[in-house]
């Protein structure tokens, strides 16, 4: 089993400035790694993914995320944020094998003030 | 190209009340379905989930029900709501195989009153 934790419920930050939401999960097997987006009263988005290869994944929107196997973590990072990015964002692991059924973590909502 | 669709966008019901919500998929064959609830504050939590007709796995017990008519249908029940049941719902599907993520539809806000 998996299981996924979002360390902030909320992060606020000003426009253009950069923001790190951050993801650790847990997880007996090898893992798929995942950030999806939600607007206001929308469905998810998927922003990127890691499934192997480089740990550096590149998404869209100007996100990117760093899997780190050794401390457990898939941190989503934008260098420069801009007020369309206020939204929920949702971290999710899969493990390679069983039901591919992915757990999601709780979302962090992140808010950009202008 | 491949969409989801899934409505009413809002719905709002009174205690006791029938609940059915409509989830479609097209551009497609045999996708995996799931149905999962959003409450505030609380994350994701996955309900039901379909790999193929009439094969329905329930991941928590609940007031709730789901079916898979057809292939690329997927719809939730209630045949009495709770006030407990109000949120928003979202249905995903995903093709078959290791490397492919979610697409989700735009979510039903179901209010119990």
């Known amino acids: 089993a998996q299981s996924v934790t979002q360390l902030d419920s909320q992060v606020p930050v000003f426009e253009e400035a950069p923001v790190e939401l951050r993801c650790n999960y847990s997880s007996s097997v090898s893992v798929y790694l995942f950030w999806y987006v939600q607007y206001p009263n929308q469905g998810l988005q998927l922003l990127l993914k890691y499934l192997s290869g480089s740990t550096l994944v590149k998404g869209i929107n100007g996100f990117e995320a760093e899997f780190n196997k050794s401390q457990t973590s898939f941190h989503l990072r934008k260098p420069s944020v801009h007020i369309s990015d206020t939204a929920e964002y949702f971290c999710?692991?899969?493990?390679?094998?069983?039901?591919?059924?992915?757990?999601f973590g709780r979302g962090t909502s992140l808010i950009v003030h202008p | 190209s491949q969409t989801i669709h899934q409505w009413p966008a809002t719905l709002v019901q009174p205690v006791g009340s029938p609940l059915s919500l409509e989830c479609t998929v097209e551009?497609?064959?045999?996708?995996?379905l799931y149905w999962y609830r959003q409450a505030a504050g609380r994350g994701l939590q996955l309900l039901f989930y379909?790999?193929?007709?009439?094969?329905i796995s329930s991941e928590v017990p609940q007031n709730l029900s789901a079916s898979r008519p057809q292939d690329r249908q997927f719809i939730l029940s209630s045949k009495k709501l709770l006030l407990s049941d109000s949120g928003f719902y979202l249905c995903?599907?995903?093709?078959?195989?290791?490397?492919?993520?979610?697409?989700f539809g735009s979510g039903t806000r179901l209010t119990v009153v």
């Open positions: 379909s790999v193929g007709i009439g094969q």
């Open positions: 995903a599907w995903r093709a078959t195989g290791l490397f492919h993520g979610y697409t």
């Open positions: 551009g497609t064959s045999n996708p995996n």
């Open positions: 999710a692991v899969r493990g390679l094998g069983g039901s591919y059924i992915p757990t």
